[in-house]
């Protein structure tokens, strides 16, 4: 009766940590799309401050405002980007201890797209903050 008991008691341990591995691998999934997003309307908010402090109709004062604005999203932008990687290691840290738990192979690798996100905009946030302060040097 004991081992009966043992081994649902077990079961139900591993049914527990193979659906919180399934919630940690789905918000890595998650995480992903929000990045895109993020980065997405990112551009498209910069790619506008650009426009109307690079018009030749704009006013010193407009200029100011843009490049100011420019700086604050930038550095946002990083801030964002820093905050994520945190939160990417503290997922790829939660995968491999719920695989370790369920004896599985530890397929955390799957993370490496997000990663990669977020170098690929730390370095172009980077060049756009230098940009802007370019532009509030000029």
């Not at 341990?13 to 993020?38: F, N, P, V």
């Amino acid at each position: 009766m004991s081992d009966s008991g043992d081994t649902r008691s077990q079961r139900e341990d591993t049914g527990i940590l193979l659906e919180l591995y399934k919630q940690k691998s789905q918000e890595a999934k998650d995480l992903q799309g929000h990045y895109i997003r993020a980065f997405t309307i990112y551009l498209a908010i910069t790619a506008a401050l650009f426009k109307f402090a690079l018009d030749m109709s704009a006013t010193p004062a407009l200029r100011a405002a843009m490049v100011f604005f420019g700086v604050l999203l930038s550095l946002a932008g990083l801030m964002v980007c820093i905050l994520g990687d945190r939160l990417r290691r503290s997922i790829l840290i939660d995968l491999a201890s719920l695989s370790h738990a369920l004896a599985a192979p530890d397929l955390a690798s799957n993370l490496l797209s997000i990663k990669y996100t977020v170098i690929t905009a730390i370095a172009f946030v980077a060049l756009v903050l230098a940009a802007w302060i370019y532009l509030w040097a000029t």
